[in-house]
């Protein structure tokens, strides 16, 4: 069974920082495309950003470019998502997920190809 435990979520004031982590048990971690999502109350879940473990390819949302920075520890089956000047619209629950889909580019950041999903980090950027 494929699991999934993120951690890392908390808050902080605007301009700071937080990694995230997302620890991958069951299945061969060295075929998967890792990906972290958000959502806020009534709205769908965004993608932010996306690693194949196979060849270390990653997507940015827009919105996150030149700020978060994932990556990927294949030896501890993790992957982490540095979070750097944080903006109050970061604040969201985060979650991540995994496929073992051979997705294109622009669905990476779509949910439904996705198919095992942990917990969810709330992370707050207060102003």
């Not at 879940?45 to 690693?51: K, N």
């Not at 060849?55 to 994932?70: E, H």
């Not at 095992?116 to 950027?125: A, C, D, E, F, S």
């Amino acid at each position: 069974e494929v699991q999934l435990q993120a951690s890392g979520g908390g808050s902080v004031q605007v301009g700071g920082s937080l990694k995230l982590s997302c620890a991958v048990s069951g299945h061969s971690f060295d075929e998967y495309i890792i990906g972290w999502f958000r959502q806020t109350p009534g709205n769908e879940r965004e993608g932010v950003s996306a690693i194949s473990a196979v060849d270390d390819s990653t997507y940015y949302a827009a919105s996150v470019k030149g700020r978060f920075t994932i990556s990927i520890d294949n030896a501890q089956d993790t992957v982490y998502l540095q979070m750097n000047s944080l903006k109050p619209e970061d604040t969201a629950v985060y979650y991540c997920a995994v496929t073992t889909k051979r997705l294109i580019v622009s669905s990476l950041s779509n949910a439904r190809y996705y198919d095992y999903w942990g917990q969810g980090t709330q992370v707050t950027v207060s102003s």
